[in-house]
């Protein structure tokens, strides 16, 4: 799942509205996890399963999430966005944890801006959505389900 996947479910939680978003898919609100978007904010674990809806077509259940809301929040902290958590359940911090060591990794070759640029556009590619179903649409740019 992409950060356009979970910008397409911020969108759609935009038109229908906080209540109506999540009563369509069947989420009930967890306000102590909001994922903070420009200056908003909304339910992170309904966002994150309309998300995955977009990225595979199948909506994410709330009894989908096996790993917590931890899982959850690192899943959309990684894509660039904002989460807030209650203080109960913040991590200890990375030094106290205790973690075998990883192994050295080669150095890479060294890259100017426009080849760092290139490398962001090619890891966060839009997939093309059908506008009938919003499903991601395939290679072809016709979609399986509503050709």
């Not at 760092?116 to 072809?140: H, I, Y």
């Amino acid at each position: 799942m992409t950060r356009q996947h979970i910008l397409q479910a911020v969108a759609e939680h935009d038109t229908r509205g906080a209540d109506a978003f999540l009563d369509v898919y069947g989420f009930e609100p967890v306000p102590e996890y909001a994922l903070l978007h420009e200056g908003h904010s909304y339910d992170a674990r309904a966002v994150l399963g309309v998300a995955h809806r977009f990225a595979t077509g199948r909506l994410a259940t709330p009894d989908d999430f096996h790993g917590g809301m931890q899982d959850a929040v690192a899943i959309l902290r990684r894509r660039g966005f904002e989460v807030s958590e209650p203080v109960s359940a913040v991590r200890a911090p990375a030094a106290a944890k205790t973690r075998a060591p990883r192994a050295a990794r080669a150095p890479r070759a060294a890259a100017g801006p426009a080849s760092a640029a290139r490398a962001a556009a090619a890891r966060e590619v839009a997939p093309k959505v059908c506008p009938t179903c919003s499903m991601a649409l395939p290679a072809t740019g016709v979609c399986d389900t509503c050709s």
